[in-house]
């Protein structure tokens, strides 16, 4: 499988850019991870908005769904060209039921809701969740492909349960939303020296750092985690690819 990152930043994009998203795919199967701000314009870089299969949400926080409505739009708009080429399903929880029955859109995209717990398959992908600490019902996501498993924290603080979630993936993608010593657990969000300490623990292949903060040096990030866990320490950029 390979992973683009569509874009990476926490909140809200700078110039150019896209907040969370990150384009999934095995052959002609492509899935997205999340969906913010930015992300119908940047996917455009990599494929159409009419080849995804699915996309699957954490949570309805704004840097992780801003552009359903402007994707919902696109498939609208396309269809009426006649330029439908796939079916598509967004994924989500639940637990916010407002949120999720927003989801589907007249006839240009349908929903599904997920569960904690219990296995999703999307084609070749096995998904399966768990409930973060987030301030709203947020999932990280484990997804399996052909013996490959890479776990996405979605936005968490740390907590020893994510540890047991991630233990010996290939790739982490890991939420570093802060710099060492600053105070954002509160927020349900992780420091690099947070992400380092899961990662001691869970002994990840390797892990990609993203949901970045818009202060400091993001090298800085690399170096504290680079503190706590020795294999390799990749920062999210616009287009960065990896293959599993
Ligand atoms: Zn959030
Ligand atoms: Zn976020």
Request: aromatic share 8%; proline share 5%.
């Given at each position: 499988m390979r992973l683009t990152v569509v874009g990476y930043w926490h909140g809200y994009p700078e110039k150019g850019e896209a907040t969370s998203g990150y384009l999934l795919e095995d052959g002609d199967?492509?899935?997205?991870?999340?969906?913010?701000?930015?992300v119908v314009s940047q996917l455009q870089n990599y494929c159409s908005v009419q080849d995804l299969d699915g996309i699957v949400l954490?949570?309805?926080?704004?840097?992780?769904?801003a552009d359903i409505g402007v994707y919902q739009y696109a498939r609208l708009i396309n269809n009426g060209m006649n330029k439908r080429l796939k079916e598509t399903t967004i994924y989500g929880h639940q637990d916010d039921e407002q949120a999720f029955s927003k989801l589907s859109y007249k006839n240009a995209v349908t929903s599904q809701s997920y569960q904690e717990?219990?296995?999703?398959?999307?084609?070749?992908f096995t998904f399966t969740f768990k409930k973060t600490m987030h301030p709203v019902p947020c999932y990280a996501m484990h997804i399996e492909n052909k013996g490959k498993t890479i776990v996405y924290t979605a936005d968490t603080s740390y907590f020893s349960g994510l540890a047991d979630?991630?233990?010996?993936?290939?790739?982490?993608?890991?939420?570093?939303?802060g710099y060492e010593g600053d105070q954002i657990a509160q927020y349900g969000h992780m420091t690099s020296e947070d992400v380092g300490k899961l990662a001691k623990q869970a002994k990840p292949g390797k892990i990609v750092l993203t949901h970045l903060p818009h202060a400091g040096e993001h090298e800085q990030l690399q170096q504290e985690v680079a503190k706590h866990f020795y294999g390799e320490i990749i920062l999210a950029r616009s287009g960065s690819q990896l293959t599993l």
């Open positions: 199967v492509k899935l997205l991870l999340d969906f913010g701000s930015g954490s949570h309805y926080h704004q840097d992780h769904q717990g219990v296995p999703l398959s999307i084609g070749p979630f991630t233990q010996g993936v290939d790739l982490l993608i890991a939420e570093c939303s």
